[in-house]
Structures are given as C-alpha cells and as structure tokens.
C-alpha cells in the first residue's frame, strides 16, 4: 500500500485532499495539518484547518463557502453578541461550536491535541490518518502598521493570523509572519515517523508561508522532508501570477517572494521538493523552476470539482515516480 | 424603599418572584439564588437556578416549559450526541448554551460567579439584584440504591441531584440529600449585608430541600435569616399534600419530613420563619403550623398567572406587616 503524506493547511488542502482519496483510493494517507491558524474563542479551543480538513472529508463542509459546516445555524453567536461577547468577525456556527466544545473539554482533561483530533475523527471517519503538526501551542501572527500608532512613526503591531486574514481581510501590508512558539514546538506523535516511512510526500496548493510553511517551522519537520526517501512533489496555489483562492499574494510579500508558480517553488527549494506542478497558463515558467533544480510540469490545477483535483493528485503522483531516486 | 429578600430555586422561585416584582415594582429585591444545583457539562459551568430566575424576569424564558430559552434551538446538542459525547438526558439548547460558554469564559479569567452572575444580567435585567448563594462550588447530591449493587446488600451510591432529577426522574427512592462543599462554602459578597438589612425575607414555594434548604446550608446564611430583625414569612410549596410542580415530596421523603403544608413550616421551623401560608385547600392545616409558633394564613397558592402570583406575593407581604416585630 502505497503511504502518502501531505502536509495541508485548510481549503485548499481539504479540496486537494478529496481528489488525491478519490485518485487514490488503496493509499495510506497521512495528513499533517497546520495548527498556526488555531486560536482561542470565548474560551474555545478552535483549529480552523484541521476542522476544514475532518468536514471536507468527512462529508459535514459547507461546500460553497469551503469551510464551517453544511445546514449550519448561528444561535449562539447570537446570543453571544447579545452579551457583548466578542469577536463578532469570527462565524462560528452551532455545529461547529459542538467541535470546539468537544475539543476543549478534551484538552481540559489531559488529552493532546493529537489524540483529540484522533477521537473527533472516529465521527467524520475522513479516510485519512489526519495528525495535527504539533499537540504544542502555536500561533501565527502578523505584523501589521499600528493604525493606534503616530502618523510615521513606523509603529507596528503583531495581530493573531485570524485577526489579519478575517477581520481585516488581509487589506493592510503584512510585514512578517511570525509562528508563535513554533521554536519550542515538537512534532507531534507520528509526524516524524510518517515523513520518514513516506512512499510519497505532497505540498497540496495550501498557502505556502501560513500553512506549509508553518508546518515546516516546527523544528524537525523541515528536516524530515528534506532528508525523506521519497519524492516531494509539490502543486503551485499560485496560477496566472494570483492566488487561486484566498490572500496568498499578501503573505508571500512579506516573506518577499514573487507571487508567481516558480518564485513559490524557489521558496521551498530544491533542497525540500524534487518535483512541481504549476498550471497550463504558467507553463512558461517551467523552465525558471527546472532552473532551480526542481522538475516541473504544466498540468491544468484549479479545483473546479472532485474529478480535475483527482487528476491533479493523479498528475503529481506521476510526477512523484518520475522524479524517485534523483 | 422596601428591602426585599428572597432566597429562591428555579422555576417556581422565579415565577414567584415575577408576582413579586408585580405586586411591588417599587421594591428593592435581592434574590439568593440556589446554586446546588449547578453542573459542569461538557466543560461548562451550569447554573440552571440563576438562570431561570434571570431568563424568567428578563423575558427569555421558555413560557410552557418553565426552564430554558424561548424559541430554542438544538443543533449543538444533536452535534454532541453526534460525537458521542453526553450525558443527553440534559437538554441544553443553542441560546442557553452561550449563557454557559460565557460564564464559563469569565469564570476561567478569574471572576468570581457573583460578579459573572451580575454582568450577566446587565443583559437580562432582571429588575432585582441577583446573588448567587455562594461563590464557592456546592454541588447537591443525592444517596439512592446502587442498581449496580448486590441484590439486598444494602448499597448505595450518591449521584449529581440533576442526575437525580432530571435523567431519573426521582423516580428512585432518594436516602439523603447531601449539599457536597456547603460546609466549606462562604456565603457570597452581599448575601449576608442583604439579609441582615432586609425589610422583609421571603420564601418563596420553592423545594424546601434542595431549593431553599441549600441556601440555608451555606454556613452564615440560615444564621443570619434566624437573627434578622425583618419578618420572615414563607409560601408552601405543598398544595393538597403534593407539590404544585416538581417532585418535592421525594425529596422531602430523604429528609424525613411529611409531604403537607404543615410539616414543611415545621421543618423551617419558627426560629427562622414568622409566617407562612397555605393553599386554601389545606385550611386545615393552619392550626398545625400555628401551634408550631407560626402565624398562618390560607390563601390562594396557585401561581397560573401573573396576577395570581402577584396576589399570593401581597399577601406574604401583608403577613409580613403582620407579624413584624413579633
């Protein structure tokens, strides 16, 4: 059975998740998700990715919206509202309050977040082993100008990655990106022992600085992948110079990458991936990444339904064979 | 202005209390609200007697059911029942689930349930000041045969009163009722002053046991109501020797104390209430309570309507003025 990892952040890692299960139904597959984007809610724990990733798979997502659950109603945000408790930016809706509410009364009872997230999939049964990177605390921040600060004065302020990407919708220069404790992170459970067991290891088109990158910042992980046998192939969520979906483009500034297929395959480097999937309209820029050392392809990548992403996974699965034992 | 106290339960100390602040709008009313039969489920703290008291008077209350939001909800219960997580036999629905998870978030940054309780009500409104019993936790718990027992060996097991009440519906005799934590537990800030400058203390037809005989277990509490210098007249909660509502008489049984208008006066005894008044069908009892030094009086205790309620409040009012400084 062939054992395959990705490491994925939300959407766009649950929707490339769906076609690579249905590309390849016999595989085992690891899923190592962000936990960058978790954050604390009326005092909730909520990991918006590993939700986003458990729904998808699991049938409970709201399809059109990609993330949250399907039917869902909001009357404890409500009433929360009522009391003047906030965030009101953050949708959380009834179904959805149940996971967090599962979630932190584990926690609260001694249970790792792996094992957590292991016990809230036994309901969603997603066809994946889904790990979280780490059961340590991290969070993404993002430094932004101080709008509280004095006109030139070059204040700045780091606000939690959800503040940034929801409330603010990513409408202001993001100056760094900063994963909180992700230095004393360790890998969680199974994590390392995946990477290194891996047949195939995949970077899905997930935002590549506040999801794979993320991942990547917790010490060891990084290392692992580069020094795995198998193939890292990884998909561009950059197609026509623009995200496909979501802000990429502003986070990938303030690590001061181009938002082109090739600048994001030179930012993970050859060193980390050995092969890479950019779109049929970037196929001009194939030749920048084999430049790079990286092998590359020009295949169709929007995730328009379950069958073009199972190509796509099917595309860097041919890729992975193409590039094993360089 | 008239200083009114109240040591109340939930559903009939929160309807009387609606006659209360009908018959005399213009009274300071503090309530002790019973807390023993608060409860920690999935991770949240439930104070289901506070927040009767405060959605009856603040006008969210399930009108029919006596307890509970209006206009309900149940999609996080369905989710959690979904994931397994229990007990289910407690009905919390979606508006009364964020009281929880805000008090729940306040409790956990350090304030006391006094000072959540209150901002709480900022919300509510409720048009009296609501004091819980204690802040400290108190936890009622009731001794029934253990069905897990030897059959005849006599074994017993002590279960959360709403385990008791609610999942078993009393239906099970109940050996003793134990106020776990009372002995420790300190009367609230206010509780005391509000009782020692009362004008009037009432009780209201709430469970002498679990209900008003909590608050009075509190140490300080039972003491203060015997030393007062205002007139302590109570309602009975019995009514043609059954309860109104709920299941009194089981609980009564675990204490020893008949389920009639009279022994219940007698249980408060005349140390500590005045007056007390009967249902117009247990005329007969009111000599009983009488030659217990009590003064009684029989009056229409049946709390169908606002008026009604109102009505049975002015004349507890007036039994007051009637034995004051006695």
Same mark, same amino acid.
Request: hydrophobic share 45%; charged share 20%.
């Given at each position: 059975?062939?054992?395959?990892?990705?490491?994925?952040?939300?959407?766009?890692?649950?929707?490339?998740?769906?076609?690579?299960?249905?590309?390849?139904?016999?595989?085992?597959?690891?899923?190592?998700?962000?936990?960058?984007?978790?954050?604390?809610?009326?005092?909730?724990?909520?990991?918006?990715?590993?939700?986003?990733?458990?729904?998808?798979?699991?049938?409970?997502?709201?399809?059109?919206?990609?993330?949250?659950?399907?039917?869902?109603?909001?009357?404890?945000?409500?009433?929360?509202?009522?009391?003047?408790?906030?965030?009101?930016?953050?949708?959380?809706?009834?179904?959805?309050?149940?996971?967090?509410?599962?979630?932190?009364?584990?926690?609260?009872?001694?249970?790792?977040?792996?094992?957590?997230?292991?016990?809230?999939?036994?309901?969603?049964?997603?066809?994946?082993?889904?790990?979280?990177?780490?059961?340590?605390?991290?969070?993404?921040?993002?430094?932004?100008?101080?709008?509280?600060?004095?006109?030139?004065?070059?204040?700045?302020?780091?606000?939690?990655?959800?503040?940034?990407?929801?409330?603010?919708?990513?409408?202001?220069?993001?100056?760094?990106?900063?994963?909180?404790?992700?230095?004393?992170?360790?890998?969680? %459970? /199974?994590?390392? $022992? =995946?990477?290194? @067991? !891996? #047949?195939?290891?995949?970077?899905?088109? +997930?935002?590549? &600085?506040?999801?794979?990158?993320?991942?990547?910042?917790? %010490? /060891?992980?990084? $290392? =692992?992948?580069? @020094? !795995? #046998?198998?193939?890292?192939?990884?998909? +561009?969520?950059? &197609?026509?110079?623009?995200?496909?979906?979501?802000?990429?483009?502003?986070?990938?500034? =303030?690590?001061?990458?181009?938002?082109?297929?090739?600048?994001?395959?030179?930012?993970?480097?050859?060193?980390?991936?050995?092969?890479?999937?950019?779109?049929?309209?970037?196929? =001009?820029?194939?030749?920048?990444?084999?430049?790079?050392?990286?092998?590359?392809?020009?295949?169709?990548?929007?995730?328009?339904?379950?069958?073009?992403?199972?190509?796509?996974?099917?595309?860097?699965?041919?890729?992975?064979?193409?590039?094993?034992?360089?």
């Amino acid at each position: 059975m062939q054992r395959i990892v990705v490491l994925a952040g939300g959407i766009g890692g649950a929707r490339f998740l769906r076609g690579l299960t249905s590309a390849a139904p016999d595989a085992d597959v690891t899923v190592i998700g962000n936990t960058g984007d978790d954050i604390h809610l009326f005092g909730l724990k909520v990991c918006p990715d590993l939700d986003t990733v458990m729904y998808t798979l699991g049938g409970g997502i709201h399809e059109e919206q990609g993330w949250g659950r399907a039917d869902e109603s909001f009357a404890v945000k409500e009433e929360l509202a009522a009391y003047g408790v906030g965030p009101e930016w953050f949708g959380l809706g009834d179904r959805d309050f149940a996971t967090h509410i599962v979630r932190t009364q584990m926690l609260a009872a001694g249970y790792p977040l792996s094992a957590v997230t292991e016990a809230l999939c036994e309901r969603w049964k997603p066809g994946v082993r889904l790990l979280p990177m780490s059961d340590d605390r991290v969070e993404t921040h993002v430094m932004i100008d101080d709008p509280d600060g004095t006109e030139g004065s070059g204040a700045r302020k780091a606000v939690h990655f959800q503040e940034y990407w929801v409330r603010l919708r990513a409408s202001v220069p993001a100056h760094a990106i900063i994963p909180v404790g992700a230095e004393q992170a360790k890998p969680a %459970p /199974g994590v390392l $022992e =995946a990477i290194s @067991a !891996a #047949d195939v290891i995949l970077f899905p088109p +997930s935002n590549p &600085v506040v999801s794979v990158g993320t991942i990547l910042s917790v %010490p /060891g992980i990084r $290392e =692992a992948v580069a @020094a !795995a #046998d198998a193939p890292v192939v990884g998909l +561009s969520p950059i &197609v026509g110079d623009a995200p496909v979906r979501g802000m990429a483009d502003k986070v990938l500034a =303030a690590v001061g990458v181009e938002s082109t297929a090739s600048a994001v395959a030179r930012h993970y480097g050859s060193d980390l991936i050995d092969g890479w999937l950019v779109d049929t309209v970037d196929a =001009a820029r194939t030749a920048e990444v084999e430049a790079a050392g990286i092998r590359c392809r020009a295949v169709p990548l929007m995730m328009t339904d379950v069958p073009a992403t199972a190509a796509m996974a099917a595309e860097a699965l041919a890729l992975a064979e193409e590039v094993r034992g360089r």
